[in-house]
């Protein structure tokens, strides 16, 4: 008999419920069959081109499948992407055998995470060296997708262009920039779902960090996503960096989660 992991089906099916509006906001496409999910924007911005496994307890050769089609296809695109895999829907085997299978489909870890959920209700935050502002203006997009280009190692261009005139992150996303003394540094944002909240594109500018504003901003997003909602379970995907962060809010770590991309020829 199978234990579900329900935390880890929990983080894997928001991923695919969050990121098909955020996907499809870019005027990208979305489509799953056979165990696999493609959310791919094509975008410059690599986490709008991402794809999942959407099976429980997938067994080692359902896993060698998906991965080599999961690869197939992210080799047909144009830009980059990830494959976001959530290791608590893998049986024991295809645990054991993961890296190895997918080395065999050309795909290398990028690196990795944790899912992280939690019911809390948190003050309202604040930092004595920033101002906080919602996204609301085109420039306030353009500041939020560069602080998370920059942060993740990506062209400041893509940054530019990953959320420039999106009606979904100025109206639906409670999405907030840490600003000091006039310049941006940090941000973050929070999704409302069905029954919880997702936090979604935390960043902040490197150079900037181990000054509490990343969390500080976390905080204010988080807040204002309760207090608008109604929801207290919030659901997030957290770096290793990240982590630490989180869990001194009060969230509480489950399935680790790895992010492959194409191998580098």
């Given at each position: 008999m199978v234990l579900l992991n329900t935390d880890a089906v929990e983080s894997r099916d928001h991923l695919i419920t969050i990121w098909t509006g955020l996907v499809l906001d870019r005027g990208g496409q979305v489509s799953t069959d056979d165990g696999v999910s493609r959310m791919w924007a094509d975008s410059t911005f690599m986490f709008w081109n991402t794809v999942t496994l959407t099976g429980v307890d997938i067994s080692a050769d359902a896993l060698r499948d998906?991965?080599?089609?999961?690869?197939?296809?992210?080799?047909?695109?144009?830009q980059a992407g990830y494959l976001w895999l959530f290791e608590d829907v893998l049986s024991p085997q295809a645990r054991q055998e993961l890296f190895g299978r997918a080395a065999e489909a050309g795909l290398e870890l990028a690196f990795s995470g944790r899912g992280m959920a939690g019911d809390l209700s948190i003050p309202e935050p604040h930092h004595p060296?920033?101002?906080?502002?919602?996204?609301?203006?085109?420039?306030?997009?353009?500041?939020y997708g560069e602080i998370n280009a920059l942060a993740y190692g990506m062209p400041p261009e893509?940054?530019?262009?990953?959320?420039?005139?999106?009606?979904?992150w100025r109206?639906?996303?409670?999405?907030?920039?840490?600003y000091r003394d006039g310049r941006p540094v940090a941000c973050a944002a929070t999704i409302g779902g069905p029954d919880s909240i997702f936090l979604a594109l935390v960043a902040t500018v490197p150079g900037e960090m181990r000054r509490g504003y990343g969390e500080a901003v976390t905080r204010k997003a988080i807040y204002e996503g309760i207090t608008q909602t109604g929801q207290?379970?919030?659901?997030?995907?957290?770096?290793?960096?990240?982590?630490?962060?989180?869990?001194?809010?009060?969230?509480?770590?489950?399935?680790p989660v790895y992010f492959f991309q194409l191998a580098k020829s």
């Open positions: 998906q991965l080599s089609r999961a690869a197939s296809f992210m080799r047909g695109r144009s060296e920033l101002t906080f502002r919602r996204v609301e203006t085109d420039d306030d997009l353009v500041a893509a940054g530019r262009t990953a959320l420039a005139g999106s009606t979904l109206r639906d996303a409670y999405a907030y920039i840490g207290r379970r919030v659901v997030l995907h957290a770096t290793q960096a990240g982590q630490p962060v989180y869990e001194r809010i009060g969230y509480h770590a489950n399935t």
